[in-house]
């Protein structure tokens, strides 16, 4: 299994991503500049990572959303090929149309990093076969800017066609307003396209992905889309 890393400039979870997938499934990792024009030959997984692309000076996402390389990445995700966003990865797939809302800065206006429970709400896509529905997991969260936000119509149309894939949760399963970090509406902390392919998600699940960081929960992201790919499922 072949992953492309995309590093932006201001990346800082580019590293610890390709460390996750390596150790976890012995996937092959290739580093990918930003100012690239395409992929790797092979790839079967493309990530953006978290971290400060550009430093955020403008909207989180709006600048990278704009690098060479996405226009890879789109083609890339067109053709079916996997593309998961990670925190300020799913900003910058927001930002560029690939994956429908906004993000708004946290109703806190504070920036938060701590960990976080979610509630799987689908098993069914490739990057959660090894999940169960109901299933409550541990990821830590780190960001500023996680309020997920769409319109009424737009979000009932999202939940109509089961895209969210984790909400935010209490450890119990509960998708509380108090369990809620952020104030992204209807608890969403990831979801898919319309395709199931891409994927966007705000908590991290490279940082419980071994048990020296207190969760592996993360490794089964890894495995479900390993086990994916090796089932023909990829493009």
Same mark, same amino acid.
């Given at each position: 299994?072949?992953?492309?890393?995309?590093?932006?400039?201001?990346?800082?979870?580019?590293?610890?991503?390709?460390?996750?997938?390596?150790?976890? *499934?012995?996937?092959? =990792?290739?580093?990918?500049?930003?100012?690239?024009?395409?992929?790797?030959?092979?790839?079967?997984?493309?990530?953006?990572?978290?971290?400060?692309?550009?430093?955020?000076?403008?909207?989180?996402?709006?600048?990278?959303?704009?690098?060479?390389?996405?226009?890879?990445?789109?083609?890339?995700?067109?053709?079916?090929?996997? =593309?998961?966003? *990670?925190?300020?990865?799913?900003? *910058?797939? %927001?930002?560029?149309?690939?994956?429908?809302?906004?993000?708004?800065?946290?109703? %806190?206006?504070?920036?938060?990093?701590?960990?976080? +429970?979610?509630?799987?709400?689908?098993?069914? %896509?490739?990057? +959660?076969?090894?999940?169960?529905?109901?299933?409550? @997991?541990?990821?830590? /969260?780190?960001?500023?800017?996680?309020?997920?936000?769409?319109?009424?119509?737009?979000?009932?149309?999202?939940?109509?066609?089961?895209?969210?894939?984790?909400?935010?949760? +209490?450890?119990?399963?509960?998708?509380?307003?108090?369990?809620?970090?952020?104030?992204?509406?209807?608890?969403?902390?990831?979801? @898919?396209?319309?395709?199931?392919?891409?994927?966007?998600? /705000?908590?991290?699940?490279?940082?419980?992905?071994?048990?020296?960081?207190?969760?592996?929960?993360?490794?089964?992201?890894?495995?479900? *889309?390993?086990?994916?790919?090796?089932?023909?499922?990829?493009?």
């Amino acid at each position: 299994m072949k992953v492309a890393v995309v590093v932006f400039p201001g990346s800082n979870c580019d590293a610890d991503v390709a460390h996750a997938v390596e150790v976890t *499934i012995g996937a092959s =990792v290739e580093m990918v500049w930003h100012a690239s024009e395409s992929l790797p030959a092979g790839t079967d997984l493309v990530i953006l990572p978290g971290g400060f692309s550009y430093g955020d000076y403008l909207r989180c996402g709006a600048m990278a959303a704009r690098s060479s390389i996405m226009k890879g990445v789109k083609r890339f995700a067109s053709s079916g090929g996997l =593309v998961l966003g *990670i925190c300020n990865g799913f900003q *910058i797939l %927001t930002e560029a149309k690939m994956l429908r809302g906004v993000f708004l800065p946290n109703r %806190t206006l504070s920036f938060i990093c701590r960990p976080c +429970t979610l509630r799987v709400e689908r098993d069914d %896509t490739p990057f +959660t076969l090894r999940y169960k529905i109901g299933q409550v @997991v541990h990821f830590p /969260i780190a960001h500023h800017e996680g309020l997920y936000y769409l319109d009424k119509d737009e979000l009932d149309a999202l939940e109509k066609r089961r895209q969210v894939v984790f909400r935010y949760a +209490t450890p119990t399963g509960e998708a509380t307003d108090e369990a809620n970090p952020n104030g992204a509406l209807n608890n969403i902390a990831g979801m @898919v396209n319309e395709g199931g392919n891409v994927l966007g998600l /705000i908590p991290h699940p490279e940082r419980a992905s071994e048990p020296v960081l207190g969760s592996v929960d993360g490794a089964l992201m890894w495995q479900s *889309i390993s086990e994916w790919i090796k089932g023909g499922g990829a493009h």
